[in-house]
Structures are given as C-alpha cells and as structure tokens.
C-alpha cells in the first residue's frame, strides 16, 4: 500500500504540473471514493490554480438533484455504469465551468456486490472541452477483491493517470 500512496502521490503532482502548464481547470464527482481524489489533488500547494472544486453523490437522490442525472438513466443501467459516469462527469465540466471533470462510481465493497458488478467494478469517466463540445472517455476497471481503501485508493490512482492522459494528449493537438 506504501508504493502505491507514492504513485499516487506523484500521479497527483503530474496532475497538477500538466494542468498548470497548460491552462486547464478541474473539477470532480466522487462516489466510491466519497471525495478521496479531491482530497489527493488539494492536498498538494498549487492545487487552487487548477482546482475548482467536487461534488460526493454517493447517493443515488444527490446523482439525481445535485448532478441532474436522470433516474431512468441510474434505473436503467444501474449506479454503477459507463452511462452514469459519463453523466456524472459530462454535467460537473457544466456544473463548474470547468475544461476537464474526473467521475467515479463503482463498488468498493466489501458489500454490495453482485454477479454483474462484483466487488471492485468502477467505472472511471473524464469528461473534457474541446472548442465548445464536451467529449467524454470512461473506462471500466475490474480491481477484484481487494480492501475497500485498496480500491478506492487505486480508483484514485486510475482517474488521475486516465485525466493526465487525455490532457496530455489533448494538448499535443
């Protein structure tokens, strides 16, 4: 658990340093995680240049009222989803006029899980300006029985490479 805190740590401070580079402003929508990311990236000196601020909807009412995520969507597909993540992220980049906005919802356990959606399932959702559209990526990760502050820790770990990634990229063109 050590190493992964330092990879964690770093992940965050590369954060940071590429957002600040290049102009760009964060903001988050945390379920599994109960705002650990948020946590992660302000506890770093500069994080107030790039971070706007999160949202913990860890219930399904705050996905609802606080993100406007419709209940036919979470009812549909589930809390834990590719459709609610990217809900979760597409309406916080709106919410907080942001360029970029991290999402998680997944089960940390070490209850909760089922056949479909074991222990460990999360789904990660970064949502990011281009011009005037929002493009939105999500990955599903599959952490398996772990602890429940092992996988939420490595969520963190996965949405800020996954973040760094995009802004990388997005930066190169």
Partial sequence: MKQLNTLIDKEAQKLLFI???SKLS????????GGLISTIITSFSGASSVFMGGII?????????????????????GAV???VAEAMSENTVKMFNTNFAISVTGVAGPNGGSVEKPVGTVWISISYLIGKSIKT???LFCFGQKSRE???KL???EAMKLANSIALNNNKN
Avoid at 26 to 33: D, G, H, M, R, W
Wanted: aromatic fraction near 10%; include cysteine; proline fraction near 2%.
């Fill in 155 to 157: 969520t963190c770990y």
């Fill in 150 to 152: 092992h996988i939420r």
């Fill in 19 to 21: 957002f600040n580079k």
């Fill in 26 to 33: 964060l903001s988050t929508a945390e379920s599994c995680t």
């Fill in 81 to 83: 989803s590719a459709a």
């Fill in 137 to 139: 990526k999500s990955n």
């Fill in 57 to 77: 909807a860890y219930d399904n009412e705050v996905k609802n009222k606080v993100l406007g995520i419709p209940f036919n969507i979470i009812d549909n597909n």
